[in-house]
């Protein structure tokens, strides 16, 4: 392809998310649910129904191998970031049982109904040669992801962070990570050995490496590394070279596993020394392009991913399906969990609907099946709905449930003790 018309997408994707992301945050919304749904306005469903002619010059199958390889780069990133934030939060250190129910049982009901779905999706919706388990499992995975990165934004925009309500719910997330990123690594693998369970052994072997060489090698190197260039939390250029080539190292490495580069770059994220005044400064510096530039043609090549034959006959019934399992699930578990942990009803289904914002991991783990095969274009577009529905509803249902100012208040009030 080339550079102008590269240029030109660059510029029609980016304006309509920001346009998109303006949108939504004045009626309340995150702002990546305006720019996810800026991906649905680009694909087919909507530019390609309106103005099919324009829509198929300006995104041609062929003219899209810069922006696929680009939003790449953005997605480990980010991914990356994630990592640091998960290794940052005191959540799970603080209420370590509390967040241990709530994020267990927000996987485990989720998951569950996921399975007790994936019957009656699989004759239509799973691509010919998938298996009934791989499928199944991929759907149980991608029914109880919770968007950490979303949550903690909407709490910080409420001052719901430093309350217990906000570190039960930020640690719970961190617990919902760690169980559905393994799954979902072990659905991939199922897949992508392509050789049985010689295959899977392999890929299980060298992640146990990719591991032992993170957490015995990098790890302890980069210690070094930060505490001798960087004591206060400032990386030079040399320190930040250092670090983009071990990011870009782990996630080949996943990929060369036939596991998704995301996988090592949130490996790698993770295994970074603990340092808040680090975390800040590489957010600072990374955030910019990863989240301002190159998510959006994520969210772009998302929307170009999907198809209109989604909304109609018995499709749309699935959709429906799939919507209503992942939120009830999400809900039902989460306030189930924050119950146990001793919380009022109240504060345990904020909880729970705070669990339930998918956003931006949603579309991740979508992504991911789809390249692993494991989905469709028509799936990927139900995920892509339940994505948008369920973090769309987050904020009025915490209004619901608890409102804006007793959480305020509580948040004044933690932060006035000595």
């Known amino acids: 392809m080339s550079v102008t018309s590269l240029l030109l ?14 949108v939504l945050r004045h009626v309340g919304q995150p702002g990546v649910v305006g720019e996810m749904a800026a991906g649905l306005m680009l694909g087919p469903v909507v530019m390609g129904a309106l103005f099919p002619s324009l829509h198929a010059q300006l995104f041609s199958k062929e003219s899209l191998q810069g922006l696929s390889s680009l939003s790449t780069l953005g997605l480990v990133l980010f991914m990356f970031v994630v990592g640091l934030e998960l290794r940052a939060s005191k959540g799970v250190r603080e209420q370590l049982r509390s967040a241990g129910y709530v994020g267990v049982l927000s996987v485990v ?53 430093r309350t217990p309500f ?80 071990g990011l870009l190292a782990t996630s080949l490495a996943t990929e060369w596993l036939h596991l998704h580069a995301v996988f090592g770059a949130f490996l790698f994220g993770a295994c970074l020394p603990r340092d808040d005044r680090l975390l800040k400064s590489l957010t600072e510096r ?25 909304f109609s006959g018995a499709s749309l019934g699935a959709m429906l399906l799939i919507v209503g399992v992942a939120t009830v699930g999400k809900i039902a578990g989460g306030a189930a969990g924050a119950r146990m942990a001793g919380y009022g009803w109240r504060d345990s289904l904020a909880t729970g609907s705070l669990m339930n914002a998918r956003g931006l991991m949603e579309l991740i783990v979508m992504k991911i099946g789809l390249d692993a095969g494991l989905i469709g274009p028509e799936l990927f577009t139900m995920l892509l709905v339940m994505a948008l529905a369920t973090t769309a509803m987050t904020g009025p249902l915490i209004n619901l449930f608890i409102g804006r100012k ?12 000595p």
């Not at 955030?287 to 209109?308: Q, Y």
């Open 9 to 22: 997408q660059l510029i029609v994707i980016l304006v309509t998310a920001r346009f998109c992301g303006w």
């Open 109 to 161: 009901v989720p998951m569950a109904l996921g399975l007790a779905i994936a019957p009656a999706l699989h004759p239509s919706l799973a691509p010919a040669g998938v298996g009934f388990w791989p499928f199944a499992l991929f759907i149980a995975a991608a029914l109880s992801i919770t968007a950490f990165p979303v949550m903690a934004r909407i709490l910080k925009d409420r001052g719901m962070t």
């Open 166 to 245: 906000g570190q039960l719910s930020l640690g719970a997330a961190a617990v919902v990570d760690v169980f559905a990123w393994i799954l979902l690594a072990f659905v991939v693998a199922m897949v992508g050995a392509g050789e049985g369970y010689q295959g899977l052994l392999k890929i299980t072997l060298g992640m146990a490496v990719v591991l032992a060489a993170l957490f015995f090698g990098l790890k302890p190197a980069f210690a070094w590394l930060l505490r001798v260039k960087a004591p206060e939390g400032e990386p030079s250029t040399t320190v930040m070279a250092a670090l983009m080539i």
């Open 286 to 310: 990374i955030e910019p392009i990863s989240i301002v530039v190159l998510m959006p043609l994520f969210f772009a090549l998302a929307g170009l991913g999907t198809t209109p034959n989604a």
């Open 406 to 417: 007793p959480a305020v208040a509580a948040d004044a009030a933690h932060a006035a003790k």
